[in-house]
């Protein structure tokens, strides 16, 4: 049997090989955290290669991602389908080994991570799916939902600021079964990091409320073994274990310095180093023996397996609970009258016809689709009592573990990450709310959560200057077009009641892809429309209201403005100038419409159009062409009441009228 060494080895001489045939990548990292990761995966880890979806397997995320041959080559040694063919394609165009770990590309692969501190966000958003589930699902004597998210972390991802956002939260929650590896070893791309990073970490995290397991020997198999056993000794708090490590230990010149950070070792280091690790197979070659000391196949399936025993117990006993935990964290199905019970409540809203601002008729929509989802798990971030996402059955998870929501503080770029590991474990339908303008902080997590196609609703309020006297500062204008323009991303703003609950039904129906919701501060009056119109929302955009024959001009409008075009429609109407309103809450979803549809609601005959929205104007000139109108935003706000902005900035029936009447 080979020695733990020689298991380790595998991955440093697969890590290095890799990154020389692709002529980039970094090696030092993988090479560097090859005895934690040798430690953890043979002798700790709950996995089953054979099934990577196995709902109780424990998680495994790789915070610094650009490390990405290390899991490449743990799922490759374990067994995973990720054949040595995908490792020589190392960074290669569809290869299953992309530069940084890409969730949907590789079996086994739990969250894409790259931008640093990205990953350890997402870990805590794994932990807390788990302890929520448990909370929720177990019983005495019951234990299906038992399982540890496992995170690597470096220097980088503690630099970055969403580390101290979600590594607070955890200890706050007391997380117990998340326990974070910090690869110590000094080095960045810029060199030794004491120049800029001489933060104590372990005294940071007990300040965090974190159990801390300082100064392990992070090649000493030994040390470890013992400091992931005390971790998982301690059940009522995050762990960090501090791994003192040498950045690309086994090349004998470049080891220890960030010459081995970002770049392949070339080919004379490569000789060196398997001459110092007395490696005498050929680039890419694993003798039997280490693959054989590696394989997690048989034993995988045995843990399987005998989860799958325990939860035909629990089915036994708890039936309804079973067939619960079936739907949503095994099969990820919506209730069968989920689509049913929300059409008759957005017809009963459109009936109701209530002037309402939308961040309110979304908090009535939460209400009623609550009742519907036991899945549906909240938060905001510091924000409930203005983005109005507390319902009456919320039940905050640092009181109950078995609740369903999240108080996450003043924490919009860690709530934004969290939520991407929540919806990445399964078993819940996340929404998280702040106000649209501070999606600036969370852009890089709500960006990654559209790459991997994964279902978050991000509930943003206060969507314009209609947020009125706190000024610029919190009048969101480019973030509107921010979003749309995001690959994958899914983004409403409606206009009314009607408009923000069929948002809300697309939103939770839509499982390849985040949603932005974006809601009113202030008042919004309820539209008339026919039960085709309603249908229609579903479309993206439709026409609201229209006149006989072939309009002369078409007023497009979103969110708060569509009452707007509506009145502007009616004066230059009795002015003689026929006019079409077009409401069209979801540009995305309007332009993934068959081209009759499309051309029904905005026919090319018709070139007088307007777009009118307290957004940045240079977004619609896709749908008014450049001969087009706008009547919206091109600088930024000012600190007033909201209605004497609105005023301020052209948003009048005369000001839309003046422009229509300028087109020539």
């Not at 290095?16 to 002529?23: E, H, I």
């Not at 038992?146 to 607070?168: K, P, Q, R, V």
């Not at 509107?480 to 609950?501: F, I, Q, Y």
């Not at 501060?521 to 229609?536: K, M, Y």
């Amino acid at each position: 049997m080979p020695s733990r060494k020689e298991l380790a080895n595998a991955i440093r001489v697969l890590s290095m090989d890799a990154v020389q045939k692709a002529k980039s990548g970094h090696p030092g990292a993988p090479m560097g955290m090859a005895d934690i990761a040798q430690v953890l995966w043979t002798d700790f880890m709950n996995h089953n290669p054979t099934n990577p979806e196995w709902s109780d397997r424990d998680r495994f995320v790789l915070s610094n991602g650009h490390g990405s041959m290390l899991i490449y080559s743990l799922l490759h040694l374990t067994g995973y389908d990720l054949p040595i063919d995908q490792l020589k394609q190392f960074r290669q165009l569809h290869s299953q080994t992309p530069g940084h770990p890409e969730y949907g590309y590789t079996k086994g692969v739990e969250t894409t991570t790259g931008p640093l501190g990205a990953g350890v966000s997402n870990a805590v958003g794994f932990a807390i799916a788990e302890k929520t589930l448990a909370a929720q699902f177990n019983r005495e004597g019951h234990d299906i939902v038992d399982h540890y998210t496992y995170c690597f972390l470096g220097d980088g991802c503690l630099m970055e600021g969403i580390s101290h956002e979600a590594c607070s939260l955890a200890g706050t929650l007391g997380l117990g079964k998340l326990i974070a590896f910090y690869d110590d070893n000094g080095i960045s791309i810029d060199g030794e990091v004491e120049g800029w990073f001489t933060d104590d970490t372990p005294k940071r995290f007990e300040a965090y409320g974190w159990h801390v397991i300082a100064d392990v020997d992070g090649h000493d198999p030994d040390a470890i073994s013992a400091a992931i056993k005390e971790a998982q000794s301690v059940t009522d708090k995050p762990t960090m274990i501090c791994c003192k490590t040498i950045i690309g230990m086994g090349s004998p010149n470049k080891a220890g310095s960030h010459a081995c950070h970002g770049a392949p070792l070339g080919d004379d280091e490569i000789a060196a180093a398997r001459d110092f690790l007395n490696w005498t197979h050929e680039p890419f070659h694993i003798p039997a023996d280490v693959y054989q000391g590696w394989d997690a196949k048989e034993t995988g399936k045995a843990k399987e397996a005998a989860w799958n025993a325990k939860f035909e117990a629990y089915k036994n006993e708890y039936p309804d609970l079973a067939a619960e935990y079936e739907r949503r964290v095994i099969k990820g199905e919506l209730p069968e009258d989920f689509a049913q019970k929300a059409n008759a409540y957005i017809a009963e809203v459109q009936a109701k016809g209530e002037k309402v601002a939308s961040r309110k008729a979304s908090q009535n929509t939460i209400e009623a689709f609550g009742n519907l989802l036991p899945e549906l798990l909240g938060g905001s971030a510091d924000l409930a009592g203005s983005n109005l996402t507390l319902w009456s059955g919320s039940k905050g998870i640092q009181e109950d573990p078995a609740g369903n929501y999240i108080f996450y503080g003043v924490r919009e770029f860690g709530m934004s990450g969290i939520m991407n590991g929540i919806s990445l474990h399964g078993g819940f339908i996340n929404y998280g709310a702040t106000f649209l303008m501070f999606m600036e902080y969370a852009r890089n997590a709500v960006r990654m959560s559209a790459l991997m196609g994964i279902q978050n609703i991000f509930v943003y309020t206060h969507d314009s200057i209609g947020q009125g006297e706190d000024g610029p500062t919190h009048q969101p204008i480019e973030q509107v077009a921010n979003l749309r323009l995001t690959p994958n991303m899914s983004t409403w703003r409606p206009a009314d009641g009607t408009e923000s609950a069929v948002a809300w039904k697309l939103a939770v129906q839509r499982k390849t892809g985040p949603s932005a919701l974006i809601f009113s501060r202030q008042g919004l009056p309820a539209l008339s429309r026919t039960d085709e119109q309603v249908a229609n929302i579903e479309k993206g955009g439709y026409v609201l209201v229209d006149t006989d024959g072939t309009p002369d001009a078409i007023l497009i409008a979103t969110g708060s403005e569509v009452s707007l075009a509506v009145e502007s429609a009616q004066a230059l109407t009795e002015q003689g100038i026929k006019t079409r309103v077009v409401s069209m809450p979801s540009t995305d979803v309007f332009d993934s419409q068959s081209a009759e549809y499309k051309e029904s609601v905005l026919p090319a005959a018709v070139t007088k159009r307007v777009a009118i929205e307290a957004a940045h104007a240079d977004f619609w000139y896709k749908y008014v062409g450049t001969q087009g109108g706008f009547v919206c935003m091109t600088t930024f706000g000012e600190s007033a009441p909201g209605g004497d902005l609105f005023k301020h900035f052209g948003f009048t029936v005369d000001n839309v009228v003046d422009t229509v009447k300028k087109l020539s």
